[in-house]
C-alpha cells in the first residue's frame, strides 16, 4: 500500500508498504482524510518532544471501515478514531483519564500513523460518525483539544479568557471558551490569523503580540481585572513563560501547547495571585462527543478551518509551504 514516511526532519519518502493483519479487538481502516496537525508540522521541523524518526505521521483522520469484529460498526461505514492508544490498566486509566495513560502511544506520534492506504487500530478507538462527512470527521480530533483544555479550565459564562496562539487548536480552544459563554480575546503574531479570528470566529478582541503591548491591552479590555483564564496554544517556551504576566489574582493558567525547554516563572508573582497551573493533554471521548454535538447543531462550523486541500500524492511537495506563515495556513486536509 501507499505510504508516506518522514524519515528524518524536513524528509519525506513515498514507499509501499505490506497490508497489516487484522487480529481479534483490531479494526482495519481504509483511510480516506488526513488533517495535518502542529504536532505534524513540529515532527517535520524536528522540534516535536517525544519523537522517533522514522514515522508515519498522521492522526486528525477520517476512513472507511475495510474490516472489524467490534459489535455496532460494520465495513464501510465512516469513522473517525481517538488516537491516543491507552492501556486501560494504569492509574490514569482506571481514574477514566484515558488521554494521559502512562503507556499511551499517540497515533502518528509515538507509532505510526495514517498517511497511507491503510492503518490498523484499536477497535475501541473507534468513533461513529453520526451523520458527518468526511472532512467533518478529520477535524474532530482537533476540535476536542480544544474542548478538553476548556473543560480543564472550568471556564464560566461571562469569564474573560486570553487564548495565546491562532492555529488550528488555539481556534479550537477560542471556539469551546465562545460556546461555553466566555468573552474571548485572541492572541498572535500573525495579523492574518487575527483577522480570520474576527471574520470567521467572530471572535471580538484580539491582539498583536507582534505590535501591542499585550499586557496593557489584557488590562485595558478586563478594566484592569486581567483574564481570569489564559490559555496557551502556541507550545512557544517564550510566550508561555511571558503569559504567568496575563493572569488575573486566582486566575487559572492552561497549558495546551507542548515545549521542550523548562518553563519558568516568578514564584512570588505566582503565590501572591494564588495562580493555578495545569497542563491539557490531548482529549477524551467525553470531548469527542461534545465536539460532534457542537458540530450537529452548528455551534461550530468546521469547513471554516480548511484552508489547502492536496492529494495524497502532492504532500511531499506542498508540505514545506504549509510551514510559511506567507501561506495563511489554518488547515490543510488530504485526499487519499
Known amino acids: 500500500m501507499k505510504t508516506l514516511i518522514c524519515t528524518t526532519p524536513g524528509q519525506f519518502t513515498y514507499g509501499d508498504t505490506s497490508l497489516p493483519e487484522r487480529k481479534q479487538g483490531e479494526t482495519l481502516l481504509r483511510i480516506r482524510r488526513v488533517g495535518i496537525c502542529g504536532t505534524d508540522l513540529h515532527a517535520y521541523e524536528g522540534t516535536q518532544p517525544f519523537f522517533q524518526y522514522p514515522r508515519i505521521l498522521g492522526h486528525e483522520l477520517a476512513a472507511e471501515i475495510a474490516a472489524t469484529d467490534e459489535p455496532g460498526f460494520t465495513a464501510g461505514e465512516s469513522v473517525t478514531i481517538i488516537p491516543y492508544f491507552h492501556c486501560g490498566n494504569c492509574v490514569a486509566c482506571k481514574a477514566g483519564k484515558t488521554n494521559c495513560c502512562t503507556q499511551l502511544k499517540v497515533c502518528g506520534v509515538h507509532v505510526d500513523g495514517g498517511m497511507r492506504e491503510y492503518l490498523l487500530v484499536p477497535s475501541y478507538s473507534l468513533v461513529k460518525n453520526r451523520g458527518l462527512g468526511l472532512d467533518e470527521l478529520a477535524l474532530v480530533e482537533p476540535l476536542a483539544i480544544g474542548a478538553h483544555g476548556i473543560r480543564r479550565a472550568q471556564v464560566t459564562p461571562g469569564e474573560w479568557v486570553a487564548v495565546i496562539g491562532a492555529g488550528p487548536i488555539g481556534l479550537g480552544v477560542m471556539e469551546f471558551a465562545r460556546i461555553t459563554g466566555a468573552k474571548v480575546i485572541a492572541v498572535d503574531v500573525q495579523e492574518s490569523r487575527l483577522q480570520f479570528c474576527k471574520e470567521r470566529l467572530q471572535i471580538p478582541f484580539t491582539i498583536n503580540a507582534a505590535k501591542e503591548n499585550v499586557s496593557a491591552q489584557l488590562a485595558q ?26 493572569l488575573a489574582h486566582g486566575g487559572r493558567y492552561v497549558l495546551v501547547g507542548l515545549q521542550k525547554g523548562e518553563i519558568r516563572f516568578s514564584h512570588p508573582e505566582f503565590h501572591q495571585r494564588e495562580v493555578t497551573l495545569m497542563s491539557s493533554r490531548n482529549a477524551t471521548r467525553e470531548d469527542f462527543d461534545r465536539v460532534i454535538d457542537a458540530l450537529l447543531n452548528g455551534q461550530v462550523l468546521p469547513l471554516t478551518y480548511i484552508t489547502h486541500r492536496v492529494l495524497f500524492e502532492e504532500v511531499q511537495e506542498a508540505f514545506p509551504g504549509w510551514l510559511l506563515p506567507a501561506n495563511k495556513v489554518i488547515k490543510a486536509m488530504v485526499t487519499i
Not at 483564564?229 to 508561555?240: M, P
Open 221 to 246: 479590555l478586563t478594566n484592569g481585572d486581567m483574564p481570569t483564564v489564559v490559555i496557551d496554544a502556541t507550545g512557544n517556551l517564550s510566550a508561555i513563560n511571558e503569559s504567568f504576566r496575563y
